[in-house]
């Protein structure tokens, strides 16, 4: 599977993005997906994940409250809707795919998106 991360841009800070991952291939609805971010001097940090069939999510404690997980396989898409921004959520974002549901842990990912970036301002 393919995977394009897009949405991502300058907002000041309580104001919201909504993030796209869109997917290549007939085997979308097999695969948990994912989102990570990174920030430069920082290690990868999970964000969000979402099951196969959507009725599953999970969240990074940073973003618990904030940020929504959906996905919709008649389009494999899945978004990311981030409201409440903050500037310690200033990143890049990457969504990945994973068949198996271990959702914070990136090394289960197999296939990655090339990263969007959001910047937050204060």
């Known amino acids: 599977v ?22 290549s291939g007939r085997t979308f609805i097999k695969y ?9 001097g ?3 940090e999970f964000v969000a994940a979402i099951g ?7 969240y990074g404690d940073s973003v618990k409250g904030r940020f929504a997980i959906s996905r ?7 978004t990311l809707q981030m409201d409440s921004l ?10 990945a795919a994973a068949l198996s549901w271990v959702p914070s ?10 990263g969007t970036l959001v910047t937050v301002s204060s």
């Open 72 to 78: 919709d396989n008649t389009k494999s898409t899945v």
């Open 2 to 23: 393919q995977l394009q991360a897009s949405g991502g841009g300058l907002v000041q800070a309580g104001a919201s993005l909504r993030l796209a991952c869109a997917a």
């Open 32 to 40: 948990v997906i994912g989102w990570f971010r990174q920030s430069p």
């Open 86 to 95: 903050k500037p310690e959520d200033t990143a890049v974002y990457y969504c």
């Open 105 to 114: 842990r990136p090394e289960v990912y197999g296939y990655w998106g090339q």
């Open 42 to 44: 920082k290690e990868r």
């Open 52 to 58: 196969s069939r959507g009725g599953t999510v999970h």
